[in-house]
T-cell receptor, first 110, second 115 residues
Framework: LAKTTQPISMDSYEGQEVNITCSHN???????ITWYQQFPSQGPRFIIQ???TKVTNEVASLFIPADRKSSTLSLPRVSLSDTAVYYC???????????FGQGTTLQVKP | NAGVMQNPRHLVRRRGQEARLRCSPM?????VYWYRQLPEEGLKFMVY????????ESGMPKERFSAEFPKEGPSILRIQQVVRGDSAAYFC?????????????FGPGTRLLVL
């Protein structure tokens, strides 16, 4: 089964850029990598999705190297409201199963 | 277009009782996923259903747990004879298609507490 690794927690200050990396070996060749944000007592919310290189939307950027063994979620100029848990979601290369990362708790301080 | 609906939002059961969790996917979505999240832990896949069919139930305990997604009505996750270890948040997600660009949309979850 694909194994994902994310830092358990990260601290940042308002206005800084935050980069969260998820390492994932043996992911499906043709499937996208997706990142979600989860606030306490809420369901995960889609942030961004990509296949390779760089993807950018209004809230984040996603960097995926050519070997696709990792992906980095980049949050520009974080605010207190970005304090949440961030998960990567990949597809296992052998079984096609969906694998969530263990999540990174981001704490943004004033 | 309403989002994914789950009810109840909170459910309290005594050991040995049955818990029934309901999920109404977004309009036009025929793919439903159930996940379990234990306190202070990440999301664990349980089951994937597509209208009237169970596609992948590899993450679901072999006993006491079952899921369905009938032609009409919400998807149901059923837990029989609940035990304290079943206390968790159960999330449902839906998507319009399965494939490389699939995006899952999550509901608010049902928090099950077993006394």
């Amino acid at each position: 089964l694909a194994k994902t690794t994310q830092p358990i927690s990260m601290d940042s200050y308002e206005g800084q850029e935050v980069n969260i990396t998820c390492s994932h070996n043996n992911i499906a060749t043709n499937d996208y990598i997706t990142w979600y944000q989860q606030f306490p007592s809420q369901g995960p919310r889609f942030i961004i999705q990509g296949y390779k290189t760089k993807v950018t939307n209004e809230v984040a950027s996603l960097f995926i190297p050519a070997d696709r063994k990792s992906s980095t979620l980049s949050l520009p100029r974080v605010s207190l409201s970005d304090t949440a848990v961030y998960y990567c979601l990949v597809v296992d290369g052998n079984t096609g199963k969906l694998i969530f990362g263990q999540g990174t708790t981001l704490q943004v301080k004033p | 277009n309403a989002g994914v609906m789950q009810n109840p939002r909170h459910l309290v059961r005594r050991r040995g009782q049955e818990a029934r969790l309901r999920c109404s996917p977004m309009k036009g979505h025929s793919h439903v996923y159930w996940y379990r999240q234990l306190p202070e832990e990440g999301l664990k896949f349980m089951v994937y259903l597509q209208k009237e069919n169970i596609i992948d139930e590899s993450g679901m305990p072999k006993e006491r747990f079952s899921a369905e997604f009938p032609k009409e009505g919400p998807s149901i996750l059923r837990i029989q004879q609940v035990v304290r270890g079943d206390s968790a948040a159960y999330f449902c997600a839906s998507s319009p298609r399965r494939g490389r660009e699939e995006t899952q949309y999550f509901g608010p979850g049902t928090r099950l507490l077993v006394l």
